[in-house]
């Protein structure tokens, strides 16, 4: 059974560009989370998506916005980027509402 | 706010030591994970403990839990040079939300 898969692995972008990160969960989960990571700031909740609709929202600005697709693949996006975005992003897919997150490898964003 | 803080921040054992890390946390929960990342990587479940259950095991992991604590500890027994990693807690919260902790970083020195 194939993880998840994270797709990019590392861009660099420059501040005011947007980026656009995929996830596709493993085969049969339906529930897709996304995390940023910051050596600061630890793991943040950004949000997540159950049968494409978004269940819960951390408390991140309006630039960073996600959508799950019907096949459960998810994308998260950031616009207008700046330094501060410059983080690892992870995304996590589980079978059901409770339970073990599986995460992938996770996006390396550097924003430069 | 993150729910889950984690103690120490950084550990240092030999090998062969036990190491123990412990978790507060905010809220009521559902159920109390533990994680483990590898420099950069994805985060690799270690054990679920539920909000009715006081100790598990699971190999060299022991984890317990106390609900009127609001905490709970992680012991690696007989740790090795692999287990260098850093470690999180993550609280699943009756919100169906999930909460990570900032991490244990611990370094086994062969």
């Known amino acids: 059974k194939a993880g998840v898969t994270q797709t990019p692995r590392y861009l660099i972008k420059t501040r005011g560009q947007q980026v656009t990160l995929s996830c596709s969960p493993i085969s049969g989960h339906r529930s897709v989370s996304w995390y940023q990571q910051t050596p600061g700031q630890g793991l943040q909740f950004l949000f997540e998506y159950f049968s494409e609709t978004q269940r819960n929202k951390g408390n991140f600005p309006g630039r960073f916005s996600g959508r799950q697709f019907s096949n459960s693949r998810s994308e998260m996006n950031v616009s207008t980027l700046e330094l501060g975005d410059s983080a690892l992003y992870l995304c996590?897919?589980?079978?059901?509402?409770?339970?073990?997150?599986?995460f992938g490898e996770g996006s390396r964003l550097t924003v430069l | 706010s993150q729910q889950g803080e984690e103690d120490p921040q950084a550990l240092s054992i030999q090998e062969g030591e036990n190491a123990t890390m412990n978790c507060s946390y905010k809220t009521s929960i559902n159920n109390l994970q533990w994680y483990r990342q590898n420099s950069g990587r994805g985060l690799v479940h270690l054990i679920l403990?539920?909000?009715?259950?006081r100790e598990k095991h699971s190999g060299r992991l022991r984890v317990t839990l106390d609900t009127s604590k609001k905490s709970s500890s992680l012991l690696i027994t007989a740790s090795r040079a692999a287990d260098t990693a850093s470690y999180f807690c993550a609280t699943d919260t009756t919100g169906n939300q999930f909460y990570f902790g900032t991490g244990t970083s611990l370094t086994v020195i062969p």
């Open positions: 403990i539920r909000s009715n259950e």
């Open positions: 996590a897919s589980r079978s059901g509402q409770v339970g073990e997150l599986f």
